[in-house]
């Protein structure tokens, strides 16, 4: 079993949805999460980062962790063709923190 | 503050050779990641350097290798190249705490060099 699960898609929406990419995750662990953003052709730029459980919001971005249920979400509202992207989550080992394991990554097509 | 930079961008080899790939990291940062990243097993972490010294290491052949630079440049090394090396090879720096992650730890990646090995 992967540590980290997610649906690699590819996910299409037309412009304006509300954009939902999810993982699940396996060590009980973890306790930072992360979502990147990659355009293709170019690295992984962070989105945005939580804590443990709860939410976190940023613009048209929302993160959001169950540890319960060891599952975290990313919502887009307001999609934008902008936002076609692969999106990954990740999270930082027990190895140490520069450790990253990440999903298989969300391709994600906004259709104007 | 200039980004992650990496060379070269574009790389063809055929099996059997070896092939250095460079990273710049940003300046102030001294820890330097590198992840292999194919369609089929995704982003990888093969190994992080931090003051010149390999901090940690993922689950790669002992034909990856790596070292970094007093000036926190660092270079990843694959010898003996194998058809199933082709990848996006992408660096990532961060200031770096260590220990426990923090903000500080928040990883900036290049644009990666794609590597194909025919």
């Known amino acids: 079993q992967k540590e980290v699960e997610q649906d690699p898609g590819p996910l299409s929406v037309p412009e304006g949805a509300i954009v939902s990419l999810n993982c699940t995750y396996s060590?009980?662990?973890?306790?930072?999460f992360m979502w990147y953003r990659q355009y293709s052709r170019k690295g992984p730029e962070l989105l945005m980062y939580?804590?443990?459980?709860g939410n976190k919001e940023d613009g048209r971005f929302t993160a959001q962790v169950d540890k319960s249920s060891k599952y975290i979400s990313l919502f887009i509202r307001d999609s934008q063709p902008s936002d076609s992207a692969t999106y990954l989550c990740a999270t930082p080992t027990s190895q140490g923190a520069q450790k990253l394991v990440f999903g298989q990554g969300t391709r994600l097509t906004i259709n104007p | 503050k200039a980004g992650v930079t990496q060379t070269p961008r574009y790389l063809i080899k055929t099996r059997g050779q070896q092939v250095t790939l460079s990273c710049s990291p940003i300046?102030?940062?001294?820890?330097v990641s590198w992840y292999q990243q194919t369609p089929g097993q995704g982003l990888q972490f093969l190994f992080e350097?931090?003051?010149?010294?390999?901090?940690n290491k993922g689950n790669f052949p002992g034909r990856f290798s790596g070292r970094q630079f007093s000036n926190s440049r660092s270079e990843m090394n694959v010898s003996t190249l194998e058809l199933g090396d082709s990848a996006l090879y992408l660096c990532a720096s961060s200031f770096s705490s260590g220990g426990i992650w923090t903000g500080t730890d928040t990883q900036y990646f290049g644009p990666g060099t794609r590597l194909t090995v025919l």
């Open positions: 939580t804590y443990s459980s």
């Open positions: 300046s102030g940062h001294r820890s």
């Open positions: 350097y931090f003051s010149e010294t390999q901090r």
């Open positions: 060590n009980s662990a973890f306790q930072y």
